[in-house]
């Protein structure tokens, strides 16, 4: 296998179209931003650069009082975070959303009609909508498309271990695809995964697993690679 670059132009398993259909997608942020990413690994560098720019702002969304809300942090109207949710700024939560007792960290944008609760944790990722994930769980470094479910003690990886664990990581994340290894251009990259799929309870995912729409997943302990959409795996 040869090292690229950059990934080639042509192929679309590297794009967020191929992951995500834009036309459910109804808020003009999570659509804005999937259009201006040319590859999937643009999402988290040009979501970062937005949301650095990001101010509070909370008017007619329902905070519970016993929620903590720390740094930059929007909630639009129509979201509710409810007693025991943590949101360490910047994080944009979209409207139709409910935060139940979890942690959003740096980074991440919530979007329409998700719903998070249960102990979960999330940090530097896009949820595109509807996503549930109301049981212990870890996203980071990731995109999940349209009803995505997560279920109960799953997590993605989104660093390469192959010595002492330092912070900030070191190593770039690379993934093999069509028998090239190519480069993310990130030294932490989780998960992209791709509309209406559901991760049964306990599954791991390797750094750069990328799981294309529909794809069914069957109870299993870890999956990793490049999964084409409407993929069965046992």
């Known amino acids: 296998m040869r090292t690229l670059l950059s990934p080639p132009d042509h192929n679309e398993r590297l794009t967020p179209a191929y992951y995500i259909d834009r036309d459910r997608t109804t808020h003009r942020y999570v659509t804005d931003i999937l259009g201006r990413c040319a590859r999937v690994f643009d999402v988290k560098p040009i979501l970062t650069a937005d949301l650095d720019q990001l101010t509070t702002t909370v008017a007619g969304a ?34 139709g959303t409910v935060i139940g007792p979890a942690v959003i960290r ?20 896009l949820l595109v909508a509807d996503v549930l994930m109301v049981h212990q769980a870890f996203v980071g470094d990731s995109i999940l498309g349209h009803g995505v479910n997560v279920g109960a003690f799953c997590t993605t990886t989104g660093m390469r ?7 900030p990581a070191t190593e770039q994340i690379t993934l093999v695809l069509d028998g090239e290894r190519i480069t993310t251009g990130q030294t932490k990259f989780g998960a992209v995964i791709g ?10 995912l390797s750094p750069a697993t990328l799981i294309g729409p529909g794809t069914v997943i069957f109870p299993r302990n870890h999956v990793g690679g490049v999964l084409p959409r409407g993929s069965r795996i046992r």
């Not at 271990?161 to 912070?167: A, D, L, N, R, Y």
């Open 161 to 167: 271990i192959t010595g002492p664990v330092s912070e």
């Open 195 to 204: 509309d209406d799929v559901a991760l049964p309870a306990g599954t791991v």
């Open 62 to 95: 329902d905070i519970h009082p016993d929620a903590r809300l720390i740094g930059a942090v929007r909630v639009e109207a129509g979201a509710r975070v409810e007693a025991g949710a943590t949101i360490v700024g910047p994080v944009l939560i979209c409207a």
């Open 106 to 125: 740096d980074h991440s944008v919530i979007g329409p009609g998700c719903r998070i609760a249960g102990g979960a944790e999330i940090t530097r990722s």
